[in-house]
């Protein structure tokens, strides 16, 4: 289907599984919000090859479900998509996995916990909407908010928060050990973007119910937030669970490279159509004669 | 978005929700499987029909979707789909709601079922897939399966079955009086187009994983499938959960014509974009200054 080695579709000049990586040393401060980093193009180029990415998302897509449906192969993907308000979160679920049948996504939400989800450990809600052998899970906020939200807002002890991030490694090593590829995605925007894009939620009617007054609270606590992402990098990245920091300022950019992650985390798994477990030539002379 | 009424989008001359519609007298096997009621055109015209319908229908999905983020709306969508094997349920799935954000949307296969769920009452399995306010849910089978296998392949006993019938109903009514659209749908296709199909996933090494052995065990009782569709639509059809039956031959056509329906659907219930619940200009003030 594609000639070039994955990473290297038109207009990719560096790999944004590498490039975009968080490693050792790592500052969020330095990561500048706008920039397109690997990406020799422009907008129109984008489109075209977001477009392209998408019949190569879509095909490798399908290779998994397929692994799992026949022959049992119990791979699946998490995608953890983790950022401030209007980053572009929903873009990306819309845009991005469009492209891919809808019967191999599960698209997770998680909003402010419930009573009942508050009175479990804060991983119990997060479990029940992993995703299942050869699908791709896709996260809107996550497990992370329990760390972010929860340590900016005081919403626990400084000794549960501590206890938080060794739990999210031991729940990752045990997601990953047991065939889930994670790619753990912060789309990181300016506090300039982010006051423009609300106040397009403002001005207009088919975007008014996208607004949340808190969300303009929770925006000015942002250097608070990234100081917990800060923190959330260095105790929770792991070969098996990569941070990726991706500039979103263009929303075009942020879409193509998390688009890109997924291929790469997909071509990565050498998936192939599964073996028939049944005897082809029987089964049509069977079928020739019904 | 559009000047005509709905039902009557390029190339349409009778509106599918009419046309298709189960009712008093109906029978199956006067249903041609290879007609394109109502649709003017080829499969050319149905990809351009398609693609314009893709938009509204995305339009509806998101005010949908909005309704129950902001103001509480409880309305929601559930398809179900039913039809022997290679009908199309998955490409409706795949062709029609890739459309639709995919956080709106909410896909369940019901595969055999497992032993938990036959130790349970049938529609135990079938009540923790529905979708949510604000949701489309796509059933790809359904509570169906329990008196359509289980009649031809006498899996429940007679008094059960005639107790099931009840219990849909009844169930369903349920459904529908706390917010739900519920649209029935059969795809019906000819036992030579059924070979057809299967003999190309026996041919393709990519549709191998479609197939199964069983797939012309279940084919053979093709007859007995029929008839039990047709007691199903007798006893389960209702003004607030209306069976359609589309001829399925033709795949683009099945495609443009639960498109269709789905459209019909939302545009009956009369959505719109929901009122802010906070003043508009104060947030927009406080946004300003921050």
Same mark, same amino acid.
């Given at each position: 289907?594609?000639?070039?080695?994955?990473?290297?579709?038109?207009?990719?000049?560096?790999?944004?599984?590498?490039?975009?990586?968080?490693?050792?040393?790592?500052?969020?401060?330095?990561?500048?919000?706008?920039?397109?980093?690997?990406?020799?193009?422009?907008?129109?180029?984008?489109?075209?090859?977001?477009?392209?990415?998408?019949?190569?998302?879509?095909?490798?897509?399908?290779?998994?479900?397929?692994?799992?449906?026949?022959?049992?192969?119990?791979?699946?993907?998490?995608?953890?998509?983790?950022?401030?308000?209007?980053?572009?979160?929903?873009?990306?679920?819309?845009?991005?996995?469009?492209?891919?049948? %809808?019967?191999?996504?599960?698209?997770?939400?998680?909003? =402010?916990?419930?009573?009942?989800?508050?009175?479990?450990?804060?991983?119990?809600?997060?479990?029940?909407?992993?995703?299942?052998?050869?699908?791709?899970?896709?996260?809107?906020?996550?497990?992370?908010?329990?760390?972010?939200?929860?340590?900016?807002?005081?919403?626990?002890? %400084?000794?549960?928060?501590?206890?938080?991030?060794?739990?999210?490694?031991?729940?990752?090593?045990?997601?990953?050990?047991?065939?889930?590829?994670?790619? =753990?995605?912060?789309?990181?925007?300016?506090?300039?973007?982010?006051?423009?894009?609300?106040? =397009?939620?403002?001005?207009?009617?088919?975007?008014?119910? =996208?607004?949340?007054?808190?969300?303009?609270?929770?925006?000015?606590?942002?250097?608070?937030?990234?100081?917990?992402?800060?923190?959330?990098?260095?105790?929770?990245?792991?070969?098996?669970?990569?941070?990726?920091?991706?500039?979103?300022?263009?929303?075009?950019?942020?879409?193509?490279?998390?688009?890109?992650?997924?291929?790469?985390?997909?071509?990565?798994?050498?998936?192939?159509?599964?073996?028939?477990?049944?005897?082809?030539?029987?089964?049509?002379?069977?079928?020739?004669?019904?």
């Amino acid at each position: 289907m594609r000639g070039d080695p994955v990473g290297l579709e038109t207009y990719w000049n560096e790999d944004p599984s590498d490039t975009l990586r968080v490693r050792q040393g790592f500052r969020l401060d330095e990561v500048s919000t706008s920039a397109t980093p690997g990406f020799d193009g422009d907008k129109s180029d984008a489109a075209e090859s977001l477009a392209e990415g998408s019949l190569i998302l879509a095909e490798l897509q399908e290779k998994l479900y397929a692994g799992a449906q026949m022959g049992g192969d119990p791979r699946r993907v998490l995608l953890v998509l983790q950022a401030m308000d209007t980053a572009g979160k929903g873009g990306i679920v819309k845009h991005v996995m469009t492209a891919v049948d %809808p019967q191999g996504v599960q698209v997770a939400s998680f909003k =402010k916990p419930t009573e009942e989800e508050l009175a479990q450990d804060f991983l119990w809600r997060i479990r029940k909407e992993l995703p299942e052998a050869g699908m791709i899970g896709v996260f809107d906020r996550s497990h992370y908010e329990d760390v972010l939200i929860a340590r900016v807002r005081e919403l626990a002890e %400084p000794d549960e928060l501590e206890r938080r991030y060794e739990a999210i490694n031991e729940f990752e090593a045990e997601l990953a050990a047991s065939g889930t590829t994670i790619i =753990k995605v912060m789309l990181h925007i300016s506090t300039d973007e982010q006051r423009d894009r609300l106040m =397009k939620r403002l001005e207009r009617r088919d975007k008014h119910w =996208k607004f949340n007054p808190g969300d303009i609270d929770e925006r000015m606590l942002a250097p608070m937030y990234r100081e917990a992402y800060q923190v959330a990098f260095e105790r929770t990245t792991m070969p098996h669970a990569p941070w990726y920091v991706i500039p979103a300022d263009r929303k075009w950019y942020a879409r193509l490279a998390v688009q890109h992650l997924l291929i790469d985390a997909l071509d990565a798994m050498k998936l192939d159509w599964p073996v028939a477990d049944y005897d082809i030539e029987e089964q049509k002379a069977r079928l020739a004669v019904s």
